[in-house]
Nanobody
Framework: QVQLVESGGGLVQAGGSLRLSCAASEHTFTSYRVGWFRQDPGKEREFVAAISWSGGTTYYANSAKGRFTISRDNAKNTVYLQMNSLRPEDTALYYC???????????????WGQGTQVTVSS
């Protein structure tokens, strides 16, 4: 069972940056594709970005393209989400997830973290 722990969330002004981290408990994590999702209360969980096991292929939601960068360091069992030019509409609880059948669909991921809150003030 892989445990995922997110960190790096916080309060930032619009236009600012944050880097989220997703640390895994098991080295098998390095063989999984990993995704980042976000969710506002009362809304569905939304795909943000995903990365292949090697880090060679990345995928982004339209809302994240050009502003967010997903990366991974398999030596550290960690995946990152660098978020720049943040907007108030980026405010949400951000989750990382691993081992998907379908990278876009949240229900197709096997492992989930508890989330880290990102709040962007205007």
């Amino acid at each position: 069972q892989v445990q995922l722990v997110e960190s790096g969330g916080g309060l930032v002004q619009a236009g600012g940056s944050l880097r989220l981290s997703c640390a895994a408990s098991e080295h098998t994590f390095t063989s999984y594709r990993v995704g980042w999702f976000r969710q506002d209360p009362g809304k569905e969980r939304e795909f943000v970005a995903a990365i292949s096991w090697s880090g060679g292929t990345t995928y982004y939601a339209n809302s994240a393209k050009g502003r967010f960068t997903i990366s991974r360091d398999n030596a550290k069992n960690t995946v990152y989400l660098q978020m720049n030019s943040l907007r108030p509409e980026d405010t949400a609880l951000y989750y990382c997830a691993a081992d998907p059948i379908d990278i876009i669909t949240s229900t197709r991921y096997k492992y989930w973290g508890q989330g880290t809150q990102v709040t962007v003030s205007s």
